[in-house]
């Protein structure tokens, strides 16, 4: 699997924009970035997800660079509510589905 | 609404007796995967089912059996559950193929005394 990486934890003020990387230099492809975020304990929540281009969807932007080996999340106008685990995921080209979750990256937002 | 379903929320139960927790999608979906998650650990895959009667194994299967007779449930079985099953549990489902994203239910925390 790809190995991606990311900051630990970050803050944000209300009303910013979050842009949370990640690293994931060894990706291969036909890999997908994938970005999900889970709230407390509650189920992971897909956010977003892309293969080369950028894309936008209601919740969010996601910015891969040309070389496919980081990418961005955007959180365009950040919300108390969107205090949560962020995870970056390359998902693997094997077993079609599965998702390795790491570690994350905790945001906070703050008013 | 399009959802997984999970049954129940909490549990606690002692060690030793069989235990089910079940999980439902409405989405007609191929793909759907148990994975627990633990302190320091993460969320790790137990098993996945790619279809109806096609099940197997994950990261993390021992001590779990799983059934898929019916495209829409994917029950999760503890046969003769242990404390180090204790657990925050979550059932999954997709289409299957990489480029769509896997939809989680609400959890199922299990405690075993």
């Known amino acids: 699997d790809a190995k991606t990486t990311q900051p630990p934890s970050m803050d944000c003020a209300e009303g910013r924009a979050a842009n949370l990387p990640c690293n994931h230099s060894?990706?291969?492809?036909?890999?997908?970035v994938y970005w999900y975020r889970q709230i407390h304990s509650q189920g992971p929540q897909y956010i977003i997800h892309?293969?080369?281009n950028n894309e936008t969807n209601e919740m969010a932007s996601l910015i891969i660079t040309e070389d496919r080996k980081s990418s961005t999340l955007i959180l365009p106008h950040a919300t108390l509510r969107d205090t949560a685990v962020y995870y970056c995921?390359?998902?693997?080209?094997?077993?079609?589905?599965?998702?390795?979750f790491g570690t994350g990256t905790r945001l906070q937002v703050t008013l | 609404e399009a959802q997984v379903t999970q049954n129940p929320r909490y549990l606690i139960t002692v060690t030793g007796k069989k235990l089910t927790v079940t999980c439902s999608q409405n989405?007609?979906?191929?793909?759907m995967s148990w994975y627990r998650q633990d302190p320091g650990l993460g969320l790790r895959q137990i098993y996945y089912?790619?279809?109806?009667?096609?099940?197997d194994k994950g990261d993390v299967p021992e001590g779990y059996k799983v059934s898929r007779k019916e495209k829409r449930n994917f029950p999760l079985i503890l046969e003769s559950p242990s404390p180090n099953q204790t657990s925050l549990y979550f059932c999954?489902?997709?289409?299957?193929?990489?480029?769509?994203?896997?939809?989680f239910g609400n959890g199922t925390r299990l405690t075993v005394t």
């Open positions: 999954a489902s997709s289409q299957g193929n990489r480029n769509s994203p896997l939809h």
């Open positions: 060894t990706i291969s492809g036909n890999e997908y």
């Open positions: 892309g293969l080369k």
């Open positions: 995921i390359v998902r693997t080209t094997g077993t079609a589905s599965k998702l390795t």
């Open positions: 989405m007609n979906h191929e793909y």
């Open positions: 089912s790619m279809n109806v009667e096609v099940t």
